[in-house]
């Protein structure tokens, strides 16, 4: 099996009744949404826990990799996240409040995102601009663009999110 999130397939299933049970575990909850870190989410007890859930499911099975990092910075990410609101997190970005013509998460913050060389620069930046977004976000597209983040990723982001007119434009 490919280490990737789809609503499909293991992973994918594997992750989203764990956000979906996070609800009701608010000591879990709680931790990981203190770690600042990836590597302070990767250290705690519930991350392990899942991590083991996903191991016996095949993911790594042979050694530790970056994926273990991305799956911890995606694990600590989902802790913010209380809504799954299906799309394109960086069209979710820029979507306009009710009565706003600017968009929720600020051109200047968007392009902040995109140039995050790592997923440690990535972390920090969603950390960021989850609470702006109301922490409505579609947690597997999360997922998956954050295991895959990369020049491509970024392109999709990039192309999907809704850049405000200008009035040079």
Not at 49 to 64: D, E, K, P
Request: aromatic share 10%; charged share 25%; hydrophobic share 45%.
């Amino acid at each position: 099996m490919s280490d990737r999130f789809s609503r499909d397939n293991a992973y994918g299933t594997i992750l989203l009744n764990w956000w979906q049970k996070l609800e009701d575990d608010r000591a879990s909850r709680a931790i990981l949404r203190r770690a600042s870190t990836v590597t302070a989410v990767a250290l705690s007890a519930p991350y392990q826990r899942l991590y083991r859930r996903f191991q016996a499911a095949g993911w790594n099975a042979n050694s530790v990799s970056a994926h273990d990092d991305r799956l911890a910075a995606i694990v600590g990410l989902l802790a913010h996240v209380t809504q799954d609101q299906p799309g394109s997190p960086a069209k979710a970005m820029s979507h306009k409040a009710p009565g706003e013509d600017r968009p929720l998460v600020s051109e200047l913050r968007f392009t902040r995102l995109l140039e995050s060389p790592d997923v440690d620069s990535l972390f920090a930046g969603l950390r960021r601009v989850l609470p702006i977004m109301e922490h409505r976000v579609d947690v597997i597209a999360l997922a998956d663009d954050i295991l895959f983040w990369g020049d491509d990723r970024k392109k999709r982001w990039a192309y999907a999110y809704d850049w405000p007119a200008r009035s040079a434009d």
